[in-house]
């Protein structure tokens, strides 16, 4: 659905060269996740993406198109929801969908579905401007989905968010996933990159030093060791033991078969931990 080559993205006012020959594609149905620290060129590739940023070297096709040989019929196959959402603050939540929906030629048959689904249907009717960060948010997420797009870009979909109501997004995403949507996720929250994505790609400084599977990338950089935290005689004892040789440590099934277990975990590294780990740098 995406391949980009050698992609290069300088920005001329300021010379800043944003984007520096990256790589990758994204197949049919698959959630791709863009993670790295701010200002390391996420929103930019998006941009480039989307259309909002000519002038780039290389080549970036999406279904199998050339970004620049897109027309305006771009827009009926993608949707978007960026961290700051651009909403008409004096029109209500109701009226944005409708008007929204009115730009595209498949028009939204579900609003008061999607506004329940987010829990804003009781404030329908409200004016967007008395919304708070997080009910903007959700606005716009189902704002993205109305005109049923192939493609959907997100960028940063839970900020703002509590718990309950991020879990209501991801959920989203993931039956999105299901029904065969193509998703590229912009975020630095690599919680939701491992609880969402199928691969993930670095980016830093404009480049992409990795791309792969969160699971691989977790065992890749791990520390190949199983934990065990167990209770013996009424104290709480941990052990690490290879995960190579685990098969044949008399000892650890000593442990399984004579004491009481508290937990049993495999020393996966975390994403933050990998990030930091291939980059050098913070995801600040």
Request: glycine residues 8%.
């Amino acid at each position: 659905m995406i391949q980009v080559k050698e992609l290069e993205f300088v920005y001329q006012k300021s010379g800043k060269e944003a984007i520096r020959k990256i790589d990758f594609s994204i197949e049919q149905g698959e959630i791709f996740g863009f993670l790295g620290p701010s200002g390391a060129g996420k929103t930019t590739t998006q941009r480039i993406l989307i259309g909002l940023l000519r002038g780039y070297e290389g080549n970036v096709l999406i279904m199998g198109k050339e970004r620049r040989k897109w027309n305006n019929d771009f827009y009926e196959k993608v949707g978007v929801a960026f961290d700051f959402p651009n909403l008409y603050i004096k029109l209500t939540a109701q009226e944005n969908l409708e008007l929204i929906s009115s730009y595209y030629q498949k028009k939204a048959t579900n609003i008061n579905a999607l506004l329940d689904r987010v829990g804003l249907l009781a404030d329908k009717d409200k004016k967007v401007e008395s919304f708070s960060k997080g009910m903007k948010m959700r606005l716009n997420f189902i704002r993205s989905l109305m005109h049923d797009p192939d493609i959907l870009f997100f960028d940063e979909p839970t900020s703002g968010l509590d718990p309950v109501n991020a879990k209501i997004i991801k959920d989203m995403i993931m039956e999105l996933k299901g029904q065969g949507k193509t998703i590229f996720l912009t975020t630095h929250n690599m919680t939701v990159a491992e609880q969402l994505c199928d691969r993930v790609a670095f980016i830093v400084d404009g480049k992409i030093p990795v791309i792969d599977s969160p699971r691989e990338l977790m065992v890749q950089h791990g520390r190949q060791t199983v934990r065990l935290d167990y209770y013996r005689e009424g104290k709480e004892y941990s052990e690490e033991f290879p995960l190579k040789t685990i098969q044949e440590n008399k000892h650890f099934f000593d442990i399984l078969h004579k004491h009481q277990l508290k937990r049993i975990h495999s020393q996966e590294a975390t994403l933050e931990d990998i990030f930091i780990k291939l980059t050098g740098r913070e995801l600040a």
